[in-house]
């Protein structure tokens, strides 16, 4: 499945719920399943990502570079310089697995 902006907007903004716990991840990942016909797994991995981009941890679930783009675009927007700053340590934690694991 293509992930438009439309569908990584809506990725994005259940993605900020869930970390502020406004919704479930399951609740998120059910309104994906729904809206889009995502895997219920495949919900679950994308919404962790820009959870865990915010946080600055560590994913493991590969996005594209446009999906990445969007959301460190949307990050800054939404939460500035020090976000964005932690959105990248979590780019470089999920480099640092991916290659671990090849």
């Known amino acids: ?33 729904r809206s889009y016909g995502f895997n219920p797994n495949s919900a679950t991995m994308t919404i962790r990502s820009p959870c865990h981009m915010l946080k600055g941890k560590r994913y493991r679930r590969a996005l594209t570079v446009g999906a990445t783009d969007y959301f460190f675009t949307r990050i800054k927007e939404e939460d500035g310089n020090d976000a964005l700053l932690l959105a990248l340590k979590a780019l470089s934690s999920h480099i640092d697995y991916r290659h671990k694991r090849a």
Do not use: P
């Open 1 to 33: 499945m293509e992930l438009t902006r439309d569908i990584l907007e809506d990725v994005f903004q259940l993605a900020r719920q869930v970390r502020a716990g406004d919704i479930t991840l399951t609740k998120g990942a059910n309104d994906l399943v």
